[in-house]
């Protein structure tokens, strides 16, 4: 049975840096083919793909916030970690770790998020 | 970058009709790479379709998707109480993942 869970902090600062780690079971990040993503959705909005990092260790990141974004794993303890830069009130969101199986198309399960909010 | 725009932005319908979902992309992509989701509120997305028309585990055959190029569909054949949500289509490429802005299906 796989699962995802989002760990991190409920609130944060604007310029202070976000921590979130993804805790998944059922599977290994080690295994050919895996990979898992951060996703995150604004309030009453869109989502929004953040980051992926594979088995082999490659990683990808939006375009638009790679500069703020460092995605990391442990495979050890089955674990993901997203860190963002310069948090800004625009970034109150719940943020998802989803994993992709083999088709690097989509994510076939999904962590239930972890709401963010970014306020002095 | 691509973008995806889904058409209507709501649907209102009764249960048992028919909806029909639209996911237009800025430019053409590939087939195996565009997926449908569906939100409910307070929850994660649950992957409905992949590959335009493959069926997610688990998910009726109510549901089937089509398309290719730009332009994509999800029918849901006859609608349950528990259809109601929020739909997103979803597209991969160029090692960058883009969502559509959602439909709203409503009961009418």
């Known amino acids: 049975q796989v699962t995802l869970r989002e760990t991190g902090p409920a609130l944060v600062k604007p310029t202070q840096t976000l921590t979130l780690t993804c805790t998944f079971s059922?599977?290994?990040?080690?295994?050919?083919?895996?990979?898992v993503s951060w996703i995150r959705q604004p309030p009453g909005k869109a989502l929004e793909w953040l980051a992926r990092?594979?088995?082999?260790?490659?990683?990808y990141y939006s375009t638009s916030l790679k500069t703020r974004l460092t995605i990391s794993k442990d495979t050890s303890k089955n674990q993901v970690v997203l860190t963002m830069t310069n948090m800004d009130p625009v970034d109150t969101a719940t943020y998802y770790c989803?994993?992709?199986?083999?088709?690097?198309?989509?994510?076939?399960?999904w962590g239930r998020g972890t709401p963010v909010t970014v306020s002095s | 970058e691509i973008v995806l725009t889904q058409s209507p932005g709501t649907l209102s319908l009764s249960p048992g009709e028919r909806a029909t979902l639209s996911c237009r992309a800025s430019q053409s992509v590939s087939s195996s790479y565009l997926a449908w989701y569906q939100q409910k509120p307070g929850q994660a997305p649950r992957l409905l379709i992949y590959g335009a028309s493959s069926r997610a585990t688990g998910i009726p055959d109510r549901f089937s998707g089509s398309g290719s190029g730009t332009d994509f569909t999800l029918t849901i054949s006859r609608l349950e109480p528990e259809d109601f949500a929020v739909y997103y289509c979803?597209?991969?490429?160029?090692?960058?993942?883009?969502f559509g802005q959602g439909t709203k299906l409503e009961i009418k």
């Open positions: 979803q597209v991969y490429g160029s090692a960058q993942y883009t």
């Open positions: 990092i594979d088995w082999d260790n490659d990683k």
């Open positions: 059922g599977f290994s990040l080690s295994t050919s083919g895996m990979c």
């Open positions: 989803a994993r992709i199986g083999h088709n690097y198309g989509h994510w076939d399960y």
